[in-house]
């Protein structure tokens, strides 16, 4: 199960509790919590989304522009 899962599975379980708090009070705050960790889960898929994305472009820039090994640097005289 991966973390926004877990985080969806959090916010469920909150729901749970507000529908058996006997008071008001309780029930808006189980209510917020199940906000939040829904919250949570869709910012951890965004997030997962974006290292997706980054991964994906590198390994493009990588096809299409190699990068080339010398034995000598570049630009540099040796010396320091």
Excluded: I, Y
């Excluded at 209510?31 to 472009?57: K, P, Y």
Aim: hydrophobic residues 30%; charged residues 25%.
């Amino acid at each position: 199960m991966n973390t926004s899962d877990r985080f969806l599975k959090f916010a469920a379980e909150c729901q749970v509790m507000a529908k058996f708090s006997p008071s008001s009070e309780n029930r808006a705050v189980w209510r917020g919590l199940a906000q939040r960790w829904t919250r949570c889960a869709e910012l951890m898929d965004h997030q997962d989304l974006e290292d997706h994305s980054r991964r994906s472009l590198k390994r493009h820039l990588k096809a299409v522009h190699p990068v080339r090994h010398t034995n000598q640097q570049q630009g540099s005289s040796g010396n320091f």
